[in-house]
């Protein structure tokens, strides 16, 4: 069972927003940063937002991220096809001394 | 570009030891930490720990404390893993990963699998 709580799956058409959420506690989303990544099967993860909301050069600014209090959020608009993916949200937790991830959420554009 | 590129598949009989290695490129070696993530079969993503190449100082997770040993040869920019005493349950992906702070993973290696099995 991770520390993150994800839902397992979301699903959009092309063009549409999707949002996905990452609940955790005061431990860790509530009083540190949240980097997400994207992961395609046999490939390495990417990181697509870190410290909650900043995204490194070369991604697009169609993907956001927001945190508020102890839950994150993951959002992409403009669903592509290439956007099938799994996504993984993480954070420090202070009480377990580690760096603790969301189970992963699999989006799949219809 | 930053690369991380890891040893080949692993099989290993439980309670043998197994050492994945990690050679990095495109940026310098020692100003950057390293963490190891691994994903067991149907599992999420689980931390196993971070390295400084610069001093060597390690974190590991408290579960496996013990059992593990991060290493790095910074005359090769090479980060190791050594997980000992292994068990069923250490069938994973064993990933590296360039972090800067122990919390700031920004690039991953392709992954490393380890299976345990008799």
């Known amino acids: 069972q991770s520390v993150l709580t994800q839902p397992p799956s979301a699903s959009g058409t092309p063009g549409q927003r999707v949002t996905i959420s990452c609940s955790g506690s005061?431990?860790?989303?509530?009083?540190?940063?949240v980097n997400w990544y994207q992961h395609l099967p046999g490939t390495a993860p990417k990181l697509l937002i870190y410290?909650?909301?900043q995204r490194p050069s070369g991604v697009p600014d169609r993907i956001s991220g927001s945190k508020s209090g102890t839950s994150a959020s993951l959002a992409i608009s403009g669903l592509q096809s290439e956007d099938e993916a799994d996504y993984y949200c993480?954070?420090?937790?202070?009480?377990?001394?580690?760096?603790?991830f969301g189970g992963g959420t699999k989006l799949t554009v219809l | 570009q930053v690369q991380l590129v890891q040893s080949g598949t692993e099989v290993k009989q439980p309670g043998a030891s197994v050492k994945v290695s990690c050679k990095a490129s495109?940026?310098?070696?020692?100003?950057?930490?390293i963490s190891w993530v691994r994903q067991a079969p149907g599992q999420g993503l689980e931390w196993m720990g971070w390295i400084s190449p610069y001093n060597g100082n390690t974190k590991y997770a408290q579960k496996l404390q013990g059992r593990v040993t991060m290493t790095t040869d910074t005359s090769t920019s090479t980060a190791y893993l050594e997980l000992r005493s292994l068990r069923s349950d250490d069938t994973a992906v064993y990933s590296c990963?360039?972090?800067?702070?122990?919390?700031?993973?920004?690039?991953w290696g392709q992954g490393t699998l380890v299976t345990v099995s008799s």
């Open positions: 005061s431990s860790n989303i509530g009083s540190n940063t």
């Open positions: 993480a954070a420090w937790d202070d009480s377990l001394n580690g760096l603790v």
């Open positions: 495109g940026y310098t070696f020692t100003s950057y930490g």
């Open positions: 410290s909650n909301n």
């Open positions: 990963a360039r972090d800067p702070g122990m919390a700031e993973i920004d690039y």
